[in-house]
C-alpha cells in the first residue's frame, strides 16, 4: 500500500507563489506516474498536471499551464507542484495522486488509472 502526505499548503495573496509536496511511502516510488489534483467548493475534482516515472514528460491543464510546475525526486520519493502567479480561483483543496506505471495506458494516466490518493492540503488565495 503506498501512503501520500501532501503538505504546504497555505494562505497567499494574489500573484504569490506556493510549493507543494508530496511525500510517498510504502513502494518503490519510481515505478508510479504522479499527478496533482484540485477540489474548488462547488466544483468536481480536477485534474491539474502530472508527470512520468523518470520525470521525462509532463502535462498540464490549460488552466495551469505556465504558471504551474510539476517535478520530482525519486531519490527522495517526493513529488512538487510549484505554483506560481496564483490567483484566487486557484483556492482549492490539492491532492496528489499515484499511478501504477505497468497500469497506464497512455500519459496522462486516466482518472481511473490513478490507485493511491492523498489525503489533501489546502490552498487558499486571497483578492
Known amino acids: 500500500q503506498v501512503q501520500l502526505v501532501e503538505s504546504g499548503g497555505g494562505l497567499v495573496q494574489a500573484g504569490g507563489s506556493l510549493r507543494l509536496s508530496c511525500a510517498a511511502s510504502?513502494?518503490?516510488?519510481?515505478?508510479?506516474?504522479m499527478g496533482w489534483f484540485r477540489q474548488a467548493p462547488g466544483k468536481e475534482r480536477e485534474f491539474v498536471t502530472a508527470?512520468?516515472?523518470?520525470?521525462?514528460?509532463?502535462y498540464y491543464a490549460d488552466s495551469v499551464k505556465g504558471r504551474f510546475t510539476i517535478s520530482r525526486d525519486n531519490a527522495k520519493n517526493t513529488v512538487y507542484l510549484q505554483m506560481n502567479s496564483l490567483k484566487p480561483e486557484d483556492t482549492a483543496v490539492y491532492y496528489c495522486?499515484?499511478?501504477?506505471?505497468?497500469?497506464?495506458?497512455?500519459?496522462?494516466?486516466?482518472?481511473?488509472?490513478?490507485?493511491?490518493w492523498g489525503q489533501g492540503t489546502q490552498v487558499t488565495v486571497s483578492s
Open positions: 495522486a499515484a499511478a501504477r506505471g505497468a497500469r497506464v495506458t497512455g500519459f496522462p494516466p486516466l482518472r481511473n488509472e490513478y490507485d493511491y
Open positions: 508527470i512520468t516515472w523518470g520525470g521525462g514528460r509532463t
Open positions: 510504502g513502494r518503490t516510488f519510481s515505478m508510479y506516474a
